[in-house]
């Protein structure tokens, strides 16, 4: 027998919850066990609609007596008749749930190509993060060395750092079940380059404005944290993207709060740990220029003491 329309039924977001094909019309739609399209929804009645083709290739819609009625966003705001004509692939709201109905011979829209084949494009713009993150990280690690053993610890940061963002990648690679997808491992990767460039920049940049302009003064010490908390959660959004279909968001909200679950603990122990060493004269083994330390309101010799 063949199917005469396809009620596909939508999640609070637009997402297709899943379809039902009638073969008969008119048809009921409800909650009631006797109507032919089922809606688990307390707001729904148990005979909602009446669905019956119209003679312009669309559908017609009937309200039996309901106290919540529905409505269909594409139609002009004003009060809908009991009876009204949708279009097919119009969205028809009824009590807290959202159908969607398609005549059989309806359009789909084109296939989307997947990403297995060869995307030079694509393949470059990894390579060009992957490449600037370890050119951002040996710079700063030049910074911070010293000694005659300068070289070596540089090139030491920059193959940690690349081992940590293969593995770290490949972790996220296999999760997505995309092991037989090289391409997929390589989106990974260009996410976790670009994570790394955000968070040496936004570093930088805070430090600089903190200095320049002396924040501290202003009480804005956590602006530090919430510009690493930001640049991490984009990095967790992003290969979040690549491995789950969800709203964005859901996956928006699930990153920060994966970062904040980690950043809140770390700070945390970070402050107890200054408040240990509070009275001590701690001198960095890096100290040196371009960095340097400022103590406002004494003379050279008391700071020395």
């Given at each position: ?275 240990d060493k509070r009275g001590l004269l701690d001198i960095p083994s890096t100290l040196r220029p371009p960095w340097m330390r400022v103590s406002e309101g004494v003379s050279p ?5």
């Amino acid at each position: 027998m063949e199917a005469l329309a396809v009620v596909e039924v939508l999640g609070r977001h637009g997402e297709i919850l899943h379809r039902e094909r009638l073969f008969s019309l008119p048809a009921i739609i409800g909650r009631g066990f006797d109507a032919d399209l089922m809606l688990d929804d307390p707001h729904v009645a148990a005979h909602h609609l009446r669905l019956e083709a119209s003679d312009k290739g669309g559908f017609v819609l009937t309200d039996l007596e309901t106290h919540n009625g529905f409505s269909v966003p594409a139609h002009p705001i004003g009060p809908l008749l009991a009876t009204t004509e949708i279009s097919a692939g119009e969205t028809i709201r009824l009590g807290h749930s959202q159908i969607r109905i398609w005549r059989p011979d309806s359009t789909v829209s084109p296939e989307v190509p997947t990403r297995n084949a060869w995307n030079p494009r694509g393949w470059l713009s990894s390579a060009a993060w992957i490449v600037t993150a370890l050119i951002l990280i040996g710079a700063f690690a030049w910074i911070e060395a010293t000694g005659a053993n300068r070289d070596g610890a540089v090139s030491m940061c920059i193959m940690v750092t690349g081992i940590l963002m293969a593995v770290w990648s490949g972790l996220w690679w296999v999760a997505s079940r995309s092991s037989h997808r090289p391409d997929a491992y390589l989106a990974h990767l260009a996410v976790a380059g670009r994570m790394v460039c955000l968070v040496i920049l936004g570093q930088i940049a805070t430090s600089t404005m903190f200095f320049v302009f002396d924040l501290h003064r202003y009480g804005l010490d956590q602006v530090s944290n919430i510009v690493l908390g930001g640049c991490l959660a984009y990095g967790g959004y992003r290969h979040l993207r690549l491995v789950s279909r969800k709203p964005r968001r859901v996956l928006g909200t699930m990153s920060i709060a994966l970062v904040a679950a980690l950043l809140v603990p770390a700070n945390y122990i970070s402050n107890q740990y200054d408040l240990d060493k509070r009275g001590l004269l701690d001198i960095p083994s890096t100290l040196r220029p371009p960095w340097m330390r400022v103590s406002e309101g004494v003379s050279p010799e008391e700071f020395l003491k």
